[in-house]
């Protein structure tokens, strides 16, 4: 009986209910534990993680020293650095200090595997590398900021896509430690548009206001640690 009863479910595939298709299609809030519970799958160190990462490394850097566009979208593609970034926001945050130490122990490691793979790559390649990243700390620092505030607000709701926020994410961390690798082989150009301190200090600005970006945006959201400390502390009490 439509008229009396309503059956939705977060992704309809069919509907059957009296209300209209703006009330039924409304993006559902999403709730603090279900973004904890998502954040914390994206950060576990797995076979899968790593082999993920070291191929995407592999594409990309590969995609680098060709100056191939396909290969390094397709790289990028592989490595899911956006959700690290965000862990460690919401981990402060909400003072899940674990899953704040499991997002920079995957982002660190996330790292590594990004430069290992270029250096392979570039072992078995040769000069030049065709792909040079540049930009200044400014437009970084607010792209960066865009991406931040974004990405959080599309895990608290239904509202469009996450992939290519992803992408746009890991374009800014991952091609700097791809580049170093790379550099570290083919030797760092006097030439070149930016210098290695440069990059570094490029990378950790990219972190560190992505970071940031997403505390404050969790904290504006109204996103509680009480209740994911409350949701787990029940959880032990019944196991």
Same mark, same amino acid.
């Given at each position: 009986?439509?008229?009396?009863?309503?059956?939705?479910?977060?992704?309809?595939?069919?509907?059957?209910?009296?209300?209209?298709?703006? %009330?039924?299609?409304?993006?559902?809030?999403?709730?603090?534990?279900?973004?904890?519970?998502?954040?914390?799958?994206?950060?576990?160190?797995?076979?899968?993680?790593?082999?993920?990462?070291?191929?995407?490394?592999?594409?990309?850097?590969? *995609?680098?020293?060709?100056?191939?566009?396909?290969?390094?979208?397709?790289?990028?593609?592989?490595?899911?650095?956006?959700?690290?970034?965000?862990? &460690?926001?919401?981990?402060?945050?909400? @003072? %899940?200090?674990?899953?704040?130490?499991?997002?920079?122990?995957?982002?660190? &490691?996330?790292?590594?595997?990004?430069?290992?793979?270029?250096? &392979?790559?570039?072992?078995?390649?040769?000069?030049?590398?065709?792909? %040079?990243?540049?930009?200044?700390?400014?437009?970084?620092?607010?792209?960066?900021?865009?991406?931040?505030?974004?990405?959080?607000? !599309?895990?608290?709701?239904?509202?469009?896509?996450?992939?290519?926020?992803?992408?746009? !994410?890991?374009?800014?961390?991952?091609?700097?430690?791809?580049?170093?690798?790379?550099?570290?082989?083919?030797?760092?150009?006097?030439?070149?548009?930016?210098?290695?301190?440069?990059?570094?200090?490029?990378?950790?600005? &990219?972190? *560190?206001?992505?970071?940031?970006?997403?505390?404050?945006?969790?904290?504006?959201?109204?996103?509680?640690?009480?209740?994911? @400390?409350?949701?787990?502390? @029940? !959880?032990? @009490?019944?196991?």
């Amino acid at each position: 009986e439509p008229g009396t009863y309503s059956i939705t479910i977060r992704q309809p595939l069919s509907i059957v209910s009296k209300e209209s298709p703006l %009330e039924v299609t409304r993006p559902v809030v999403v709730p603090t534990v279900d973004i904890l519970e998502d954040l914390w799958q994206f950060s576990h160190l797995t076979f899968s993680f790593v082999v993920r990462f070291f191929i995407g490394a592999l594409l990309l850097s590969y *995609g680098m020293i060709q100056s191939n566009l396909l290969l390094i979208i397709a790289g990028l593609l592989f490595m899911p650095f956006l959700p690290l970034l965000l862990a &460690v926001g919401f981990g402060l945050w909400t @003072r %899940e200090w674990r899953l704040a130490g499991q997002g920079i122990l995957a982002l660190l &490691v996330a790292t590594g595997l990004t430069a290992t793979g270029s250096i &392979v790559v570039a072992l078995m390649t040769g000069p030049p590398m065709r792909f %040079e990243p540049s930009s200044s700390l400014s437009a970084t620092f607010l792209i960066s900021l865009a991406i931040g505030v974004a990405a959080s607000l !599309a895990t608290a709701d239904d509202v469009g896509r996450r992939e290519m926020i992803g992408l746009a !994410a890991t374009s800014q961390v991952a091609l700097i430690p791809a580049w170093l690798g790379i550099s570290s082989v083919f030797g760092f150009s006097p030439l070149a548009v930016t210098s290695p301190v440069e990059s570094l200090a490029t990378f950790f600005l &990219v972190i *560190g206001t992505v970071v940031g970006a997403a505390l404050i945006t969790y904290a504006l959201l109204g996103m509680r640690g009480a209740a994911v @400390r409350h949701f787990i502390s @029940r !959880a032990i @009490r019944k196991n």
